[in-house]
T-cell receptor, first 110, second 116 residues
Framework: TQLLEQSPQFLSIQEGENLTVYCNSSSVFSSLQWYRQEPGEGPVLLVTVVTGGEVKKLKRLTFQFGDARKDSSLHITAAQPGDTGLYLCAGHTGFQKLVFGTGTRLLVSP | NAGVTQTPKFQVLKTGQSMTLQCAQDMNHNSMYWYRQDPGMGLRLIYYSASEGTTDKGEVPNGYNVSRLNKREFSLRLESAAPSQTSVYFC???????????????FGDGTRLSIL
């Protein structure tokens, strides 16, 4: 079974702080996606990274795919309360299935 | 455009009871998935259906069965519910275009299932 470990599991910060979430595996993925999930809802796609070393930016969120395509990071600059949620990384194995990470729960307080 | 619709939203069962979770998508996607979500474990794949007429086991299939009724609908059945199956269940669909594609999965809002 391919595993994706996320760290930290929980993060509670004040509005305006910066943070980084990590997603690590010993397996290689053809691509990696990041989803955000809010309470009572299903996950929603934020971004897909495909090429080793790729960096994508989505407003204050910066996503990076590791050179070896085994890990990824999500950096949020100047976090806002609206960033609160569960962040999930998910790796494509090249077939039909996604392997999801263990999740990072973020709470941003005003 | 409703996307992925799951019913029911909440359910409480007694050990040994059976029930079927329903999922329907209106995006004409060919692939559909069932996951369970437990604290600290992310989403784990139970079963998936690559296309109408096919189903395959995921990571945690024991105690579950599925039916791909048509292109729109994919149901999950618990034949004899156990407390270990208490979880939040998510259905997802995807417009799979072939090996190596990166289309996102679209999720429903989940079914919260408690088994006493």
């Amino acid at each position: 079974t391919q595993l994706l470990e996320q760290s930290p599991q929980f993060l509670s910060i004040q509005e305006g702080e910066n943070l980084t979430v990590y997603c690590n595996s010993s397996s290689v993925f053809s691509s990696l996606q990041w989803y955000r999930q809010e309470p009572g809802e299903g996950p929603v796609l934020l971004v897909t990274v495909v090429t080793g070393g790729e960096v994508k930016k989505l407003k204050r969120l910066t996503f990076q795919f590791g050179d070896a395509r085994k890990d990824s990071s999500l950096h949020i600059t100047a976090a806002q309360p609206g960033d609160t949620g569960l962040y999930l990384c998910a790796g494509h194995t090249g077939f039909q299935k996604l392997v999801f990470g263990t999740g990072t729960r973020l709470l941003v307080s005003p | 455009n409703a996307g992925v619709t799951q019913t029911p939203k909440f359910q409480v069962l007694k050990t040994g009871q059976s029930m079927t979770l329903q999922c329907a998508q209106d995006m004409n996607h060919n692939s559909m998935y069932w996951y369970r979500q437990d604290p600290g474990m992310g989403l784990r794949l139970i079963y998936y259906s690559a296309s109408e007429g096919t189903t395959d086991k995921g990571e945690v299939p024991n105690g579950y069965n599925v039916s791909r009724l048509n292109k729109r609908e994919f149901s999950l059945r618990l034949e004899s519910a156990a407390p270990s199956q208490t979880s939040v269940y998510f259905c997802a669909s995807r417009d799979w275009r072939g090996q190596g594609d990166n289309q996102p999965q679209h999720f429903g809002d989940g079914t919260r299932l408690s088994i006493l």
